[in-house]
């Protein structure tokens, strides 16, 4: 049996003397002795000194390994970089294939096209899509006074704007802007 991790023979408490060796424990009741015999004993010690060379080496491995992770932290962070980067733009892909987005044509003629977008939270079969366009046949309109019927169009274009600030598709069939 063992006894405080060591391995003992139960004796009977008249017998001790008999065997030589170490009293590990001894019964609750009292009656019976745990020893260690000598020949045991000397073979413990070898197995821990044997565990404590394992722990060594075990040490040394993982301190190997750590300087080898720390040589490579710079390559292994530019790795973590770009595999973020590549997530980014894999689910704005798929998010844009989701919500039947399109890329926005960037122009240098300062102005802006819309044709049927849409908001991405709203229904499709409830939403109207939005037709609007701005540019510059109407930048007097902008200097001067908006008409009511494209101020309730320039809310949505501004998002839009924004939505591609953040470099992402759009909800809309075609769409043209600065």
């Known amino acids: 049996t063992t006894r405080n991790g060591r391995i003992c023979v139960p004796v009977k408490k008249e017998y001790k003397f008999k065997i030589s060796g170490t009293v590990i424990d001894k019964s609750a009741t009292g009656n019976t002795f745990f020893i260690e015999p000598v020949s045991v004993a000397k073979y413990y010690e070898e197995l821990q000194l044997l565990r404590i060379s394992e722990e060594n080496e075990v040490y040394r491995i993982l301190y190997t390994l750590t300087a080898m992770v720390a040589e490579s932290v710079l390559l292994m962070n530019e790795n973590i970089r770009i595999m973020e980067k590549l997530d980014f733009i894999f689910s704005k892909g798929k998010l844009s294939l989701d919500m039947d987005a399109v890329e926005p044509t960037i122009n240098t003629e300062r ?14 079969a409830i939403n109207v899509p939005l037709q609007f366009e701005i540019g510059k046949q109407e930048e ?21 704007v924004l939505w591609r600030s953040v470099d992402s598709t759009l909800l809309v069939k075609k769409l043209i802007f600065v």
């Open 111 to 124: 102005r802006i096209v819309l044709k049927d977008a849409r908001h991405p939270l709203m229904d499709r």
């Open 140 to 160: 007097s309109l902008l200097q001067d006074q908006i008409p009511a019927e494209k101020q309730w169009q320039l809310r949505p274009s501004c998002l839009v």
